[in-house]
């Protein structure tokens, strides 16, 4: 089975400009997350979506948006982007159930602001 | 709210040398705990996790973690340690009782350990 696959691996950007990553999860996998990963903040959690709907938001600006298709698939987006979110965007899949279930992450999005 | 501490930013061991990377996590209920690792450029692999039942729990490439809800620690434990297991590993937390209804899968890590194996 085919693991979590982000889009693009690696952007560049200028600050005050907007960006969207992509994220398909496992098939089969109903419910995406959306880290982000810096050395100073470590992983912090963006938000989660299942069916097309936002479940949980983490504590970050109402420049970080997201959604979700009917095929799960996930997309985020970043606004008047900042020299602060420059970080590996990291998307995480779970099949829906049990809140035991791990959660699979792709490779990430490394994002360069400049 | 749920917390993870990991308070070793970096473990050196030598190859065949067992090893412990260690956890301590806060929590209000009854914690879902993860380990996770980071190979450079990679997203995080899943190694273990602890729901319910025996306190110790294996899981890939022979890692194995004990927990210890009297200490709050979840400790990643290797008998005998490889160069290649050499990257930052993460100590997460999940809360199912802090979500109301179907509850979320959100993960809060640890700032992570650094693992260096010297041959």
């Known amino acids: 089975k085919a693991g979590v696959t982000q889009t693009p691996r690696y952007l560049i950007k200028t600050r005050g400009q907007q960006v969207t990553l992509s994220c398909s999860p496992i098939?089969?996998?109903?419910?995406v997350s959306w880290y982000q990963q810096t050395p100073g903040q470590g992983l912090q959690f963006l938000f989660e979506?299942?069916?097309?709907?936002?479940?949980n938001k983490g504590n970050f600006p109402g420049r970080f948006s997201g959604r979700q298709f009917s095929n799960s698939r996930s997309e985020m987006n970043v606004s008047t982007l900042e020299l602060g979110d420059s970080a590996l965007y990291l998307c995480?899949?779970?099949?829906?159930?049990?809140?035991?279930?791990?959660?699979?992450f792709g490779p990430g999005t490394r994002l360069t602001v400049t | 709210a749920q917390s993870v501490a990991q308070p070793e930013d970096q473990v050196n061991v030598a190859e065949g040398n067992p090893l412990t990377v260690k956890c301590t996590y806060s929590?209000?209920?009854?914690?879902?705990l993860f380990w996770y690792v980071q190979y450079p450029n990679r997203g995080l692999q899943f190694l273990l996790k602890?729901?319910?039942?025996?306190?110790l729990v294996k899981g890939s490439y022979g890692f194995e973690a004990e927990f210890n809800k009297s200490q709050t620690s979840f400790h990643l434990k290797k008998p005998s340690a490889l160069v290649s297991d050499s990257a930052l590993y993460f100590c997460?937390?999940?809360?199912?009782?802090?979500?109301?209804?179907?509850?979320?899968?959100?993960?809060?890590f640890g700032k992570g350990t650094k693992l260096s194996v010297i041959p």
């Open positions: 929590v209000s209920g009854n914690p879902y």
């Open positions: 995480a899949s779970s099949p829906w159930g049990p809140l035991g279930n791990e959660q699979y």
């Open positions: 098939s089969g996998h109903r419910s």
């Open positions: 979506y299942f069916s097309e709907t936002q479940r």
């Open positions: 602890y729901i319910t039942g025996d306190n």
């Open positions: 997460a937390v999940r809360d199912p009782t802090t979500y109301s209804g179907a509850g979320s899968y959100q993960l809060t």
